[in-house]
């Protein structure tokens, strides 16, 4: 499980560890806090292609899914 911070997931950047469309290195381009602090919107990019796609913050914790850096 990667330990990870919802204050500190902007611009964090992440490794695919199984890569769809040879998308392999991400970055977090945004993220949205609610009025209590809860991340109610994360945005992934595609460093390679510039995709961005929505994703639920907490799959970054799998260690099975992704990495923490670029490796």
Known sequence: MNRLHPKKLLNSKWTAVQPEKREKHFRVS???F??????VHCLLEAVLTGRE????WRELKDASRWRPGWS
């Open 53 to 56: 796609r929505a994703i639920d």
């Open 30 to 32: 945004e993220v949205e």
């Open 34 to 39: 609610d009025d209590d602090g809860n991340v």
